[in-house]
């Protein structure tokens, strides 16, 4: 029974849950972490990379359709389906595979199966790596799935989920995408790069609903004059599943329904928590509608049981589970000055075309807590190097708290964004203010000289727009 023991066992091995093991194990705790499916979870295997290879597939065949714009010939440009699948795939296993040598490399145990709570002291594992094992502590990073509307369900052959939407068995010619969130925008962008006739169906005034109002709007409009089809205030009141097509009923705002006939229909209606079948009615821990009721140092209500990443609630981000697993592998480990997550800090990404990226508050929200603002901008077109790349729309927006100049939120859309947000990231860590951003000296000629611009445009010295 000694094997079976150890100071720290995490059930779940996404990004979440092997992040904070590795942590565990380098803090000198033996620790081990339940998988039952696939190292890197959902995340790497199912999510955030398998997404973003096959969106660079669309960018590049974007690119490829528009070489005439760059002086370059590139004649009937054209695709391999199954090849562009198949590439997405195989950047997951790699990554999947290194995982696993993380993990080895850093002597943390590995039990295939599912765990499930008997008692607050012990866990009874099925499949692989079948017993009962025991610990000090308990992290429970078992991640989130796709949520289903009574209806709207994916059945995997003409309505699709995420995991069906990345591997399909061929091309839609049409598709209707429910949701606009960042899992359905992002496929939206990929099928419509790609060739497809798409319909966005969002239920909220706003596409990516989360975004700050005026970005999603250049969003929205940069997309429907790539010919992408978006209606917002509407909901999808009816799917008729046929052999090889979906009749799908959209209701708009004032009561209007329309029908429209497509190849195939996504489903992108959210995520919820996976807090079934773990035994926690055994313990003391706290779920109201799959989420974890959990304390700043994911503490749950039962001594010696923490909750991490997409089952601990929103924001339900790969990066925000992995900072909060190792903080509260720190704390356990009585590591000094270790200072709980702060949930305004945390970027967002969407690596759709455009792409958006964000930080902190919006300029409404910042407005609702009661600060009075200074909001900069800067657009693409005053940018020399986004002029140069042939990417010149898009749009750079910063919010100031007027009184201290304290940077409060940062909203960006256009090419490169996803890499350009972290500059603002950092300067909120560290708490700069408007007058150390304007004393940054930005290199040039890059994108980021929009950050510096954004900055001085708040306090009225834009230079080059």
Same mark, same amino acid.
């Given at each position: 029974?000694?094997?079976?023991?150890?100071?720290?066992?995490?059930?779940?091995?996404?990004?979440?849950?092997?992040? =904070?093991?590795?942590? *565990?194990?380098?803090?000198?705790?033996?620790?081990?972490?339940?998988?039952?499916?696939?190292?890197?979870?959902?995340?790497?295997?199912?999510?955030? +990379?398998?997404?973003?290879?096959?969106?660079? *597939?669309?960018?590049?065949?974007?690119?490829?359709?528009?070489?005439?714009?760059?002086?370059?010939?590139?004649?009937?440009?054209?695709?391999?389906?199954?090849?562009? @699948?198949?590439?997405?795939?195989?950047?997951?296993?790699?990554?999947?595979?290194?995982?696993?040598?993380?993990?080895?490399?850093?002597?943390?145990?590995?039990?295939?199966?599912?765990?499930?709570?008997?008692?607050?002291?012990?866990?009874?594992?099925?499949?692989?790596?079948?017993?009962?094992?025991?610990?000090? $502590?308990? +992290?429970?990073?078992?991640?989130?799935?796709?949520?289903?509307?009574?209806?709207?369900?994916?059945?995997?052959?003409?309505?699709?989920?995420? &995991?069906?939407?990345?591997?399909?068995?061929?091309?839609?010619?049409?598709?209707?995408?429910?949701?606009?969130?960042?899992?359905?925008?992002?496929?939206?962008?990929?099928? #419509?790069?790609?060739?497809?006739?798409?319909?966005?169906?969002?239920?909220?005034?706003?596409?990516?609903?989360?975004?700050?109002?005026?970005?999603?709007?250049?969003?929205?409009?940069?997309?429907?004059?790539?010919?992408?089809? @978006?209606?917002?205030?509407?909901?999808?009141?009816?799917?008729?599943?046929?052999?090889?097509?979906?009749?799908?009923?959209?209701?708009?705002?004032?009561? &209007?329904?329309?029908?429209?006939?497509? /190849?195939?229909?996504? *489903?992108?209606?959210?995520?919820?928590?996976? =807090?079934?079948?773990?035994?926690?009615?055994?313990?003391?821990?706290?779920?109201?509608?799959?989420?974890?009721?959990?304390? %700043?140092?994911?503490?749950?209500?039962?001594?010696? @049981?923490?909750?991490?990443? /997409?089952?601990?609630?929103?924001?339900?981000?790969?990066?925000?589970?992995? $900072?909060?697993?190792?903080?509260?592998? %720190? &704390? +356990?480990?009585?590591?000094?000055?270790? $200072?709980?997550?702060?949930?305004?800090?945390?970027?967002?990404?969407?690596?759709? $075309?455009?792409?958006?990226?964000?930080?902190?508050?919006?300029?409404?929200?910042?407005?609702?807590?009661?600060?009075?603002?200074?909001?900069?901008?800067?657009?693409?077109?005053?940018?020399?190097?986004?002029?140069?790349?042939?990417?010149?729309?898009?749009?750079?927006?910063?919010?100031?708290?007027?009184?201290?100049?304290?940077?409060?939120?940062?909203?960006?859309?256009?090419?490169?964004?996803?890499?350009?947000?972290?500059?603002?990231?950092?300067?909120?860590?560290?708490?700069?203010?408007?007058?150390?951003?304007?004393?940054?000296?930005?290199? #040039?000629?890059?994108? *980021?000289?929009?950050?510096?611009?954004?900055?001085?445009?708040?306090?009225?010295?834009?230079?080059?727009?």
């Amino acid at each position: 029974m000694a094997d079976n023991n150890f100071d720290v066992i995490v059930i779940g091995a996404g990004p979440g849950g092997y992040v =904070t093991a590795i942590r *565990s194990a380098q803090l000198g705790l033996k620790t081990a972490v339940v998988e039952r499916e696939h190292l890197g979870g959902i995340c790497l295997n199912w999510g955030c +990379i398998p997404t973003k290879a096959l969106l660079r *597939s669309a960018e590049v065949f974007r690119n490829m359709k528009h070489a005439k714009n760059y002086g370059l010939s590139c004649e009937k440009p054209s695709f391999d389906f199954d090849a562009v @699948i198949q590439r997405s795939r195989g950047v997951s296993k790699q990554l999947a595979g290194g995982v696993g040598h993380l993990l080895k490399k850093n002597k943390v145990t590995v039990i295939n199966g599912e765990a499930k709570f008997d008692g607050p002291k012990k866990i009874n594992v099925e499949g692989k790596d079948k017993g009962t094992y025991t610990a000090k $502590h308990y +992290i429970i990073a078992t991640g989130a799935r796709a949520r289903a509307f009574p209806g709207l369900e994916a059945d995997g052959k003409v309505v699709w989920d995420y &995991k069906k939407a990345m591997t399909p068995d061929k091309m839609p010619k049409s598709l209707v995408v429910i949701g606009s969130g960042a899992i359905g925008i992002e496929f939206a962008s990929f099928y #419509h790069t790609m060739g497809a006739d798409v319909t966005v169906v969002e239920i909220m005034p706003q596409i990516m609903p989360v975004e700050d109002k005026e970005v999603a709007a250049l969003a929205q409009k940069m997309m429907t004059k790539d010919g992408m089809k @978006i209606l917002t205030e509407a909901k999808v009141a009816n799917l008729k599943r046929n052999a090889d097509n979906v009749v799908v009923t959209i209701e708009t705002k004032d009561g &209007k329904k329309q029908e429209l006939t497509v /190849d195939r229909v996504i *489903s992108a209606v959210g995520v919820i928590g996976n =807090t079934e079948n773990l035994g926690l009615e055994t313990t003391k821990v706290k779920v109201d509608r799959n989420v974890i009721g959990t304390d %700043e140092y994911s503490r749950t209500a039962e001594p010696g @049981i923490y909750a991490i990443g /997409d089952v601990a609630g929103p924001p339900m981000l790969a990066h925000k589970a992995e $900072h909060e697993g190792v903080i509260c592998v %720190e &704390k +356990i480990a009585g590591v000094k000055n270790v $200072h709980p997550i702060d949930p305004g800090k945390i970027p967002g990404c969407t690596y759709c $075309h455009p792409q958006v990226a964000s930080v902190g508050l919006t300029e409404a929200k910042a407005k609702e807590a009661g600060y009075d603002v200074k909001v900069g901008k800067f657009p693409f077109i005053g940018n020399g190097k986004a002029v140069a790349l042939g990417e010149a729309e898009g749009l750079v927006k910063t919010v100031f708290d007027a009184k201290t100049g304290e940077l409060l939120g940062a909203h960006m859309v256009g090419t490169e964004v996803t890499e350009l947000i972290q500059g603002f990231v950092v300067a909120m860590g560290l708490e700069t203010t408007e007058e150390d951003l304007m004393h940054t000296v930005f290199p #040039h000629p890059t994108l *980021s000289e929009m950050m510096h611009e954004s900055v001085l445009d708040a306090y009225g010295r834009a230079i080059h727009f």
